[in-house]
């Protein structure tokens, strides 16, 4: 089995202990290969030691003073903040030399890194290594970086993209490399099928949304919807779960402004804070429905995924790659990003029906056990890491793989990104 090294960006660290999308993904995927016999070892911040009992190893890079800091003073910006961007260029190009001092001497078949492609190009690639870039999010296709990024993705034998929304960015950015830039739709490790919460009179139905307090999540259009919502529903209720990032974040001036808007809402309106993934299960099948009201283009939404995993009625903004996980009117309800009023009809909609919001659901459970499963996903990864592997045994100076490792059409065209079903992969 080849060898890889998984790398996160330089904010949090794995297991995710502090949150993350990224980093519980990387967690979940890192030990699902671990499990099928991939030599696995993740790279990220220290998780203070939370990491007994796994089969992954684990390299922790630690802060230095200064980079501390620095970060420190990032969180604290607002998003707009001038310098902002420096800091995180200096943070990324750090953490990156620091990666690069923990891998050296180290055999790796495949270095795996996620979503920031600067730290691609800082850790790079050498003989031997296969450099595979993963992107979570829509950070190729800026014009004024165009130049440097593309060397970084020409640098790169695949880059995989977690929705088709993304891979055409990115392929519309770099049309000369677009034959390495592909998608792997995106998984979650989908929890044991549980009784959802039995729901009394629907005169009070309990909504619910997680995520970012930032203003690209659209939670201040939320507010202004369920407002609407409760002139006709007076006993409704919504919480919110989520800080502005993640764990032990600071409260922003946004967030100071979310809880002002919905003062005049009374105690129909909770303010949860962060809440670990393992607690949010619960939180989602207690809800009538799940709120996503993003107003930008999300390059895929886990909690959609997360809610339509656990048979929860989801309401999303129909933007990014949302619409290519949610069927409108069979697995979930779509409205246009930053519509109040059409926010609000979909959610009195289910309020009122609520045979209708549970059968969405049920549906929604079942595409995400047939379209979206871990071990899916699992099966794609490795089926491109043994191709990859492949193609580097003469560069490590060591006996080529057996040719079983792979179907026949994936060495027929290896710098092609062509990734098996699952059906492929049983």
């Not at 995989?160 to 770099?174: E, G, H, K, N």
Request: positive net charge; contains cysteine.
């Amino acid at each position: 089995m080849p060898s890889i090294a998984f790398i996160v960006p330089e904010m949090l660290p794995v297991p995710p202990v502090q949150g993350g999308a990224v980093e519980g993904w990387v967690h979940d995927v890192s030990r699902a290969l671990a499990g099928q016999g991939f030599d696995v070892t993740v790279v990220s911040r220290p998780a203070d030691g939370a990491t007994a009992g796994d089969d992954v190893r684990y390299v922790g890079v630690p802060w230095s003073r200064v980079g501390r800091w620095w970060y420190e003073r990032k969180r604290s910006w607002g998003r707009l903040h001038p310098v902002r961007p420096l800091v995180k260029l200096v943070n990324v190009l750090e953490y990156g030399l620091a990666v690069r001092r923990a891998l050296s001497g180290r055999q790796f078949d495949v270095v795996y890194i996620h979503n920031d492609p600067y730290l691609a190009g800082v850790v790079g690639r050498s003989a031997g290594r296969a450099l595979v870039l993963h992107m979570h999010n829509d950070h190729l296709s800026a014009k004024a970086a165009r130049p440097l990024l593309s060397r970084i993705v020409g640098r790169c034998d695949r880059v995989l993209c977690v929705s088709d929304f993304i891979r055409d960015r990115a392929r519309a950015a770099f049309p000369g490399l677009a034959t390495r830039i592909d998608t792997v739709l995106n998984a979650i490790e989908l929890p044991s099928p549980e009784e959802r919460t039995a729901r009394g009179s629907m005169t009070a139905p309990q909504f619910l949304y997680a995520g970012r307090l930032v203003p690209e999540k659209g939670v201040g259009v939320l507010l202004a919807a369920f407002a609407q919502v409760r002139d006709s529903l007076p006993r409704a209720r919504l919480t919110i779960a989520g800080s502005s990032f993640f764990a032990k974040a600071p409260r922003t001036a946004f967030e100071r402004g979310l809880r002002l808007q919905a003062e005049s809402l009374g105690d129909s309106v909770a303010f949860a804070g962060f809440i670990p993934r393992e607690r949010l299960w619960r939180l989602y099948r207690q809800a009538d429905a799940v709120i996503v009201p993003s107003t930008w283009d999300e390059p895929f939404g886990l909690v959609v995924l997360e809610a339509m995993a656990s048979g929860a009625c989801v309401i999303a903004s129909r933007v990014g790659g949302i619409p290519e996980l949610i069927d409108d009117g069979r697995t979930g309800l779509l409205v246009p990003g930053g519509d109040a009023a059409a926010l609000a009809r979909s959610m009195l909609c289910v309020a009122v029906n609520p045979g209708s919001g549970r059968r969405l659901g049920v549906a929604a459970r079942d595409e995400a056990l047939r379209r979206f499963s871990l071990s899916r996903l699992t099966s794609e990864i490795a089926c491109c890491f043994r191709s990859l592997a492949l193609e580097q045994p003469k560069a490590r100076g060591r006996p080529d793989l057996p040719h079983t490792a792979v179907p026949a059409a994936r060495r027929a065209a290896p710098r092609s990104i062509s990734i098996p079903s699952s059906k492929d992969n049983r």
